[in-house]
């Protein structure tokens, strides 16, 4: 039952208005100020009625934030850690639904936990271990004096390295992981009737073409929904890619759009184009989203399973 509420119907619209208001205020004012020329954008308080420089600040940010080469490396980047998530989160997903071995829920719980450690708490280690991949193995042959046996009896002096600065696998494997799809995979698998399970084993189909045979498309509605996440999460990303890319060929967009922040022309910043190479760089999970929205919006009020 539904009661007319009439005077509570009004606040909650003008929540809702005041909330939108809030959230496209700053996207209006970057709109706005990439229209305007030095001397718009420059007034205090800046008008609001757009310019009509738009395109010349368009191609003036291109140029000067090298956003041929930094998007490409973007795009690269972001669908790289969005199918690696999705696809580890599936596959620890159905091991811990599917598979009954002991530490399945330890393995689940510690999984969990890592949701309250982001990235910037423990981008130190990350970091080291980007560095050199197999120093840890290095550690234990130093540790074990395999090292040391292996140097005495060959005269080859064992040391391993392998170096992901600088490189596209250093950007996207240590974004790979998470504890959202894997815990949001777990709570749809628990939902998949046993009777599927039962079905598949008696037509003589093993764990992995129960995986990719049914799972998978079970779950497709559920996967889109969390890819559209994953790519604007992924795009965004400022702080690792700032850390562990000192080459500008492997730059990424949100990085490099800090190319743009203003020398001073003749006093006066140049924030036209710093707001057009903004909008350049939202542009691409903008039309992510636009385009995956009725699959998202599917994805979490979907109740047919």
Do not use: C
């Not at 539904?2 to 496209?24: K, Y």
């Not at 981008?123 to 090292?147: E, R």
């Amino acid at each position: 039952m539904i009661e007319r509420t009439p005077i509570l119907n009004a606040v909650t619209h003008l929540i809702l208005i005041a909330g939108l208001l809030l959230v496209l205020l700053p996207f209006v004012i970057v709109v706005v100020a990439a229209t305007k020329d030095l001397r718009g954008v420059n007034q205090v308080p800046m008008s609001l009625i757009p310019g009509t420089h738009l395109l010349d600040n368009l191609a003036e940010a291109w140029g000067r934030g090298d956003f041929g080469r930094s998007l490409l490396n973007s795009l690269i980047v972001s669908v790289g850690v969005t199918a690696g998530k999705i696809a580890l989160a599936a596959l620890t997903a159905f091991s811990i639904v599917f598979f009954r071995y002991r530490a399945r829920m330890l393995a689940f719980w510690l999984i969990f936990t890592t949701l309250m450690l982001p990235l910037e708490v423990r981008i130190v280690p990350t970091y080291a271990v980007a560095a050199n991949v197999l120093a840890p193995f290095q550690s234990i042959l130093d540790a074990t004096g395999l090292s040391t046996l292996i140097a005495w009896v060959t005269g080859i002096q064992v040391s391993l390295e392998w170096n992901l600065l600088n490189s596209y696998p250093g950007l996207i494997l240590p974004l790979v992981a998470t504890a959202t799809g894997t815990f949001l995979y777990r709570q749809f698998f628990l939902t998949v009737p046993d009777e599927l399970l039962e079905a598949s084993k008696m037509d003589g189909a093993g764990a992995m073409r129960f995986f990719a045979e049914i799972l998978m498309p079970l779950s497709r509605t559920n996967m889109l929904a969390l890819a559209a996440i994953l790519f604007v999460y992924s795009w965004n990303q400022y702080l690792w890619p700032l850390l562990v890319t000192t080459d500008p060929a492997f730059g990424t967009a949100a990085v490099e759009l800090k190319r743009l922040i203003p020398p001073v022309t003749g006093g006066l910043p140049e924030w036209h184009v710093v707001m057009a190479g903004t909008l350049i760089v939202m542009a691409p999970p903008l039309l992510v989203v636009a385009l995956m929205q009725r699959w998202f919006v599917r994805g979490l009020i979907a109740t047919e399973k």
